[in-house]
Nanobody, 122 residues
Framework: QVQPVESGGGLVQAGGSLRLSCVVS??????VGWFRQAPGKERDFVAA????????NYADSVKGRFTISRDNAKKTTYLQMNYLKPEDTAVYYC?????????????????WGQGTQVTVSS
């Protein structure tokens, strides 16, 4: 199974924006999720989207600031991150779920990308 490939991370000032992209090959009819891991902390759920893009799910900490979307023709899922805060600093991982719908449980995902670093300066 081909791993998802993330891109778009970088350094941004607080209040700024970044858009992460994730190319997911293989299964078309699967949900996709974004997770993040800050130094010394566990990996946390950020957002997920079902296979069609019609249903999304967000962690409380990013609701109203982050938007997940997908373009199945391009096999790409996006995470638009606005009003970034220093506490959003982490490595962001894209993951492909086993099913068509998924949420915050990492065990629901069976294919993970290598991650992309997001650093928000104060």
């Amino acid at each position: 199974q081909v791993q998802p490939v993330e891109s778009g991370g970088g350094l941004v000032q607080a209040g700024g924006s970044l858009r992460l992209s994730c190319v997911v090959s293989g299964r078309t009819f699967s949900a996709v999720g974004w997770f993040r891991q800050a130094p010394g902390k566990e990996r946390d759920f950020v957002a997920a989207i079902n296979w069609s893009g019609g249903s999304t799910n967000y962690a409380d900490s990013v609701k109203g600031r982050f938007t997940i979307s997908r373009d199945n023709a391009k096999k790409t899922t996006y995470l638009q991150m606005n009003y970034l805060k220093p506490e959003d600093t982490a490595v962001y991982y894209c993951a492909q779920a086993r099913g068509v719908v998924s949420g915050p449980f990492s065990g629901d995902y069976d294919s993970w990308g290598q991650g992309t670093q997001v650093t928000v300066s104060s």
